[in-house]
């Protein structure tokens, strides 16, 4: 074997210890790359304070590979260096003249197409963070007619014996997600993930991101993400304490004055690297078994982590590079202003985009059922609405956020992800938030001064996507409902959508 110096390069979303270029890496030989580089931080503008939490996160994790006896070559925005990862690595393969490069595969196609074109050569291994291999997904797939997350997730249940008697599921069914669909309760006694104070290195940190990226969506202020495995350790601990029990009851619900209600908020965490997804799935599984939190509840959240999160990046890497520019329904909307904070009279819309630009966070039945079901609705471009989630989430990587957007919420890919499109009208947003008591507009309205924008959309976009959905057995009831209405009220909705949508299109303030 040679004892030639090589590279390793970690990602600010790579922050784990056991990570699998690490791993091969030898510490008496090897050099540690790590860089804060402009091109990351603007493919999208990302929002301020995800590039803070990864920056502050990235220093802290540099010190911590130091102290476990790596040498590590760390650039920092602010000192001399290049734009991009490659240019990094070609920079430091010429300061520590070595000859090749070992890396954690990238969460996005384009990083690993920048890495396979590097001049200095990268030998990229497997990112075994996940329970699934690409291997063991593609195999899953191979000769299924529909890639349901269901299966996937028992599949991933038995590998992990997560939840298991023996053979069969705890609590004798794998899913109690209809115990989890309890409307937005009167009170919270939770208060929300724990916060952690900036320290002078986070505070340098934003000041450095204030002044550099202060022009991105999205503010600085108030920041309190973790910014150590240790910190994010205490946040999950936190959370399984203090929230998880009533994590299954009000998954989706929406309340005003409460953006997390009984959420982990831990999704930066383990998407960076600083927590483990099995770890946090054996902490809730203990509550489960001690007794202090419910089988719906613990279910629930373990089903999003093994089940959606991993079958979600099976997705991802299945389809390929081409998925991201899918677009079944044919949409080609420009995104309204609004999601970049412009005014809205629509109360539900506007709690979570100002969740959004305040914290980089807004839970998942406010993107999947607000702005993603108006984008859909609206018939917005799904690049577009992907864009933007790409961006304005601390938690956003594309290999999570693609399939999620593209396929979950705005159906572009045609039914790979769901069987069928996540549309709402008023009435759900009535039903699962109190948003629409405080609202300019009346949500029993349907048509004429004051209309719900989403009662008069719905229908538009049932009607207009007629030949495709039709005959899907899950929205035929809906189509039958639309049929028996009134033949001159259809003819208003689909009217007043129709202008609703233009003056949207035009700058008018919905
Ligand atoms: P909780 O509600 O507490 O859930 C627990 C954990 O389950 C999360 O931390 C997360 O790790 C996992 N999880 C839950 N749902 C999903 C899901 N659908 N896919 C993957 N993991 C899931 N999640 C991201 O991590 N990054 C994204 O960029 C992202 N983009 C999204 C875009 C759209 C349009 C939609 C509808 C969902 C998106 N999600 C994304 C999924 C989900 O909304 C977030 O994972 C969740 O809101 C994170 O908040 P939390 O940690 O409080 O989650
Ligand atoms: C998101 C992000 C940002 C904002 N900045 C950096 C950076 O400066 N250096 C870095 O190594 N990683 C950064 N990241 C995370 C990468 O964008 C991420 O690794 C890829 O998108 C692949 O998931």
Redesign the pocket.
Known sequence: MSDKRRLILVLGDQLSMDLSALREGDKDRDVVVMAEVADEATYVKHHPKKIAFLFAAMRKFARALEEDGWQVAYRRLDQDGSDSICGELLRRAEEFDAHEVLATEPGEFRLIEALENCPVPVHMFGDDRFLASHAEFEDWAEGRKALRMEYFYREMRRKTGLLMDGDDPAGGKWNFDHENRKPAPDEVTHKGPLRFDPDEEVQEVLDLVGARFGKHFGSLDGFFFATTREQALEAMTDFMKNALAR?GDY?DAMLTDQRWLY?????PY??AGLLNPLEVCQAAEAEYKAGRAPINAVEG?IR??IG??EY?RGIYFLKGPDYMANNALGHGRKLPAFYWGAETRMKCVECAVTSTQQEAYA??IQ??MIT?NFALLAGVDPAEVHEW?LAV?A???EW??AP??IG??QFADGGVLGSKPYVSSGSYINRMSDHCKSCHYTVSKKTGQGACPFNLLYWHFLDRHRERFEKNPRMGNMYRTWDKMDADHRETVLQEADSLLRSMDQGGVV
């Not at 959420?263 to 999704?267: G, Q, R, T, V």
């Open positions: 994590f998954q959420h982990s908020i831990l999704s383990i998407n959240f999003q982590i959606w999160r979600v839970h998942h993107r999947l993603g989630y989430y938690d956003a990587y999570v956020e999620n957007t979950m919420s």
